[in-house]
């Protein structure tokens, strides 16, 4: 696979695993029992393979770049990607816009967008 393709892989991962992790823990209380029951939550368990996954190829990243470079772009395209759906999803709930799957996509292209021109910017 591409390396660049590689790079922005394992930032859609890393930000899917973070957006399931909450979407799992949302009603989570204090403790340690609280902690246990939502380690089975679907959302928890899917996250935490994106996570993994994420890393696996995070290290196939590091073997083709610098980790100057592939520190800061992972961690700058997540934050892009968390961004602006979250920005996308809070304008269906709390302002009642209609966000339908192609308002979806269109933001995901914008996200992908951003980080083509980032990497061909060089970072």
């Known amino acids: 696979?591409?390396?660049?393709?590689?790079?922005?892989?394992?930032?859609?991962?890393?930000?899917?695993?973070?957006?399931?992790?909450k979407f799992g823990v949302s009603e989570l209380a204090?403790?340690?029992?609280?902690?246990?029951?939502?380690?089975?939550?679907w959302q928890v368990m899917l996250g935490a393979v994106l996570?993994?996954?994420?890393?696996?190829?995070y290290l196939q990243v590091l073997a083709r770049f610098d980790l100057s470079y592939a520190s800061p772009?992972?961690?700058?395209?997540?934050?892009?990607l968390v961004l602006v759906l979250v920005l996308v999803l809070v304008a269906?709930?709390?302002?009642?816009?209609?966000?339908?799957?192609m308002r979806l996509i269109g933001a995901l292209l914008i996200v992908?967008?951003?980080a083509l021109l980032s990497v061909?910017?060089?970072g």
């Open 1 to 21: 696979m591409n390396s660049w393709m590689l790079l922005i892989l394992g930032v859609v991962l890393s930000a899917a695993a973070q957006m399931l992790l």
């Open 92 to 101: 269906g709930a709390v302002m009642g816009e209609a966000v339908g799957p």
């Open 73 to 80: 772009v992972m961690v700058r395209g997540v934050v892009m």
């Open 120 to 122: 061909e910017a060089g």
């Open 112 to 114: 992908a967008g951003m």
């Open 51 to 57: 996570y993994v996954l994420a890393f696996l190829i």
């Open 30 to 41: 204090d403790g340690l029992p609280a902690m246990l029951r939502v380690i089975g939550r």
